[in-house]
Every structure is written in structure tokens, then in C-alpha cells.
């Protein structure tokens, strides 16, 4: 760990032409979160004593994005280069820190990463975080001298033929003492292939003022690879699933095939967990010891107690699920559902903002919403919850150990008591007493020596 406050500055205002794409690139989502949002993360778990953001391209957005974070947000009107923009933040930063550079279109770097980038510096080095790249392209590229030290870095616009063949890149990330790099920042030229304030040249700098420079070398190429476009979001996606679900199954989760599952989000789980392909996590999302969750469901903001057993096709949404339940398939559970201990919600059933108490079934074909279920209630197939008079919504309430028969219509404001039965295609719209039966259909009647009609000859 390095030894002097750390202060640290990413950049983010390039355009990202090649994302062909009106939000500004930083804010494209990559696992739930936007690039940038990755980035900040990271580079939180290091303790900065500041945050600086360099902006430019579609800041307002930029901004409001990460409106709750504690940050320094530093404009650059215009894109002169990597150099012109840290030189941007160099008035917010102390001299008694070290600066760790960090690009915004560059989300999947590791703390540990930066922080042995940090650690050099600390010794009054100049750090550069290097990779081996199997295709260079368009990268600086790292150039040594004979005794293996870094003496540069040439951009790929600026390169020999000879320099062109190095696969050591600079993979933008760097550290150095700011009252150092401060003095390299006031000496850069734009005289170069692209006519911009490169940062890289930073290195030459070092050099030139004996200040000794380290390369730390990175061999996940994930890890420092930027996006550019599409393409390179989609792999850095795949890469950052892969990374979640490997670190899922460390912790004890089984994944049927973590090719086939995503995490948009933070997931917190307990062991014993399995899960089946195509599921999708998002938001927050927590799984008790021995939650099972079956193929292609999509669970979102959503706390799963012990035992629960989530069956195909489920669509659940900022619900509470307690231990022991049963959901789907086929089942939607929507905000505001709370399902108590060993409930059963079963096929094509909708829960709305509604409490389903202990024990309580409500198996097939249903609507519940503004409700609240008592315990081991049992809601009978084909009932709905008419909560909603085209004006504003009521709520119904069903009272302990009540039987709803199947295909009743509970009109409210109701009330069904506690042990009442409700007769099989009732429509209930006033309350229902407890322990008592309660009907309300057209009483059936039989009509002997009734005929069909028949079709009219042509
Ligand atoms: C840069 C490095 C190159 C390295 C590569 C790694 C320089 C001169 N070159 O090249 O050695 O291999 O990254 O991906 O540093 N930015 C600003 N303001 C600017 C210019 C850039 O904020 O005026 C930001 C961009 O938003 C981006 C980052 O800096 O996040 C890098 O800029 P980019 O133009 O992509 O640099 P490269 O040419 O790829
Ligand atoms: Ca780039």
C-alpha cells in the first residue's frame, strides 16, 4: 500500500464517436452499471483523498449520473489530449499526494491493480501499468532500453516500424507524486502525429529529470482493455460475467452453466444456492442458504429467504420472498409483493403490493394486488382481486385460514373473516363474515324440453 495520500483523476471526456450513440460513452451499461459508475467504484476502494472526474462530452448527463457521489468534476471544453486533461485537474490536487490516473472507458481494472500503481509512486516513481497484448494496434507501446528499463512510451500514430512490433502496451493507467508530474504536465508539447498533449510523454519527462520509472505489468488483458464501441462492450460484458460468476461459485453458489447467466448488480448469496441457465440478476439481489432458482427467470431487487425454491419462467420484481416459499412457474411477482414462509405462488399467478402471510396458496391463474392474505389461506384457481374501480385502487383483505373458491371476483374494498369459504364463482363486494360460507352467483336452474336452434335452411 502506498505510504502517501492518494489522489486520483479519470477521464472521461472523449466523445466516443465510435459507440455511434447520443448518450455520452461513459454512461453506457456494462453489468447493471455505467462504465464510468465501475471505474469511480474501484477507484473508491483505494480511499482517495479526491475524486476527479474530467468531463466534456455530454457532462450535464455525466454529472447528474453521479450526482450522490463525493467527486471533483472538472470540465475540458475541448479534447487536446490526455496530457491537457489531467493538466485540467492539476489545481485540485495537493503536492503531498500521489495521482493515479484512470480512464473512464476502462472498467474492468482491479483495486489491486491500482494499488501497486499507487505504491510505486509512493516511492517518488514514475508508475506505468503495462499489459502483453497478442494484437498492439492502436496502442502507445512501451519502449526499453538495453537494460529492460522504460525510457518511453510511442503512440501507435507516432511509431517506428521497429517500435510498431513491441506487444508491450501502456495500457493508460499511471501514478506518479504530483508535485512531479505537475512540472511534466507544463512541459508538454502537442508536437506529434495527432497534435494533442499526450500524458505519455510524461515518461520522457521522468526520465529527463532522473526520476526513475516502473512499469507494473498486467497479464488479464481484460483488465485494462478499453471500449471504444459496441463490440468491445459486448466481450468487456461477457468478461465481467464470467469474472461474477466465477466469484459466485467460489462462494458456494452453483451455476448450471455460467455462460448462460448475468448479473446486473450487486448479488449477495448464501451457500447451497443452485441456479439454472439463463437467469438474470439485477439490481440487489440476495439468496438465502439453499435457494433454488429454475431456467430463465429474471429477478430483480429482490430478497430470496432459506429454502426458497423459484420454479422456470419467473418474472420477479423489488419483492420479499421468506424462507421456505415456492414460486412459478410462470409466476409474476411484482413491486411490493411480500410473500410470507412456505407461500406457495404458483402458475400464472400476479402478486401486486400485496402481503401474503405464512403458509398461505394461491396456486394457479390469479390476480392479488393491494391485498393482504392471512395465514394458510388458500385462493382457489381463476381468482382476482378487483382493485381498481378505473379511478383509484382498494384494498382487500383476507382474513387467517380463509378458502376463496376458484373463479371468484373480490370487489373492493372487502373483507373476507377469518375461516370464511367463499363459494366457487362468487363475486364478493361486500364483506364476508367469518367461518361462515358465503355465495353469491345466479343460482342454477334447469330448463326441460328446451331446444337448440337450428340453422335456418337457404
Ligand atoms: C491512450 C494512450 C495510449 C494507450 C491507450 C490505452 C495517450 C496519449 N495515449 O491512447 O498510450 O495505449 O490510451 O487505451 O495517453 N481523454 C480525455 N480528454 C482528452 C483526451 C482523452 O478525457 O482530451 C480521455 C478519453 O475519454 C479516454 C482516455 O482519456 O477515457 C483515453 O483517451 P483516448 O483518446 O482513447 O486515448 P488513446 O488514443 O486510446
Ligand atoms: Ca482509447
Known sequence: MSTLPIEIV?????????????LPKVLHDLGGRPLLGHVMDTAAVLNPTRLCVVYGHGGDTVMSTFADRDATWVHQSEQRGTGHAVLQAAPHLSDEAVVL????????????????AAAIASQDKLAVVSAMV???????????????????????K???SAELAIREINTGIMAAPVNRLRGWLEGLTNDNA????????????ALADGVAIEASVVLDEDEVSGVNDRVQLARLERAYQHREAERLMRAGVSLRDPTRFDVRGTVEAGTEVSIDVNVVLSGRVTLGTGVRIGPNCVVSDTNIGDGVEILANCVIESASIAAGARVGPFARVRPEADLGPD????????????????????NHLTYIGDSEVGERVNVGAGTITCNYDGANKHRTTIEDDAFIGSGAMLVAPVTVGAGATIGAGSTISRDAPANE?????????SISGWQRPVKNKK
Open 10 to 22: 479519470i477521464l472521461a471526456a472523449g466523445q466516443g464517436t465510435r459507440m455511434r450513440s447520443t
Open 101 to 116: 490516473i484512470l480512464f473512464g472507458d476502462v472498467p474492468l481494472v482491479r483495486s489491486e491493480t491500482l494499488e501497486a
Open 134 to 156: 497478442a494484437d498492439p494496434t492502436g496502442y502507445g507501446r512501451v519502449i526499453r532500453d538495453a537494460n529492460d528499463s522504460v525510457v518511453a512510451i510511442r503512440e501507435h
Open 158 to 160: 507516432d511509431a517506428s
Open 194 to 205: 495527432q497534435g494533442e498533449y499526450y500524458l505519455t510523454d510524461a515518461v520522457e519527462a
Open 343 to 362: 407461500v406457495h405462488v404458483g402458475n400464472f399467478v400476479e402478486i401486486k403490493k400485496s402481503v401474503l402471510k405464512r403458509g398461505a396458496k394461491v
Open 437 to 445: 360460507l358465503t355465495v353469491a352467483r345466479g343460482k342454477q336452474r
